[in-house]
């Protein structure tokens, strides 16, 4: 079991960078692959990036490809989402998602497989 807290959030101006934090608490980190979801308001939640157990193996939504950079250091039960370059489009609650898998490589894009979730972090971009 894990629970995950985000941070990070905020509002900012288009083109400006931030920084979101998913702390985890309660399981040994280093067994989940970790992912990040957005839900903008009246949309479905959607995938934005996702990383391996072991940190090296990622997927990002083609749309923050490039601008966007998912990490995580397991000596700080942390996930993090590095956003650079900010479009108003980027606009959403941002969650945190985690699933146990045995496969170090694994890094779901699929929100379906994710078994635990943040309660979500406020991007607000503004052009």
Not at 39 to 47: I, L, N, S, T, Y
Not at 59 to 69: A, D, H, N
């Amino acid at each position: 079991q894990v629970q995950l807290v985000e941070s990070g959030g905020g509002k900012v101006q288009a083109g400006d960078s931030l920084r979101l934090s998913c702390a985890a608490s309660g399981g040994t980190f280093s067994n989940y692959g970790m992912g990040w979801f957005r839900q903008a308001a009246g949309k479905e939640r959607e995938f934005v990036a996702s990383l391996s157990r072991n940190g090296y193996k990622t997927y990002y939504k083609l749309s923050v490809e490039g601008r966007f950079i998912i990490s995580r250091d397991n000596a700080k039960n942390t996930v993090y989402l590095q956003m650079n370059s900010l479009k108003p489009e980027d606009t959403a609650v941002y969650y945190c998602a985690a699933v146990f898998t045995a496969a170090v490589t694994d890094a779901p894009t699929w929100e379906g497989e994710y078994n635990y979730w943040g309660q979500g972090t406020q991007v607000t971009v503004s052009s």
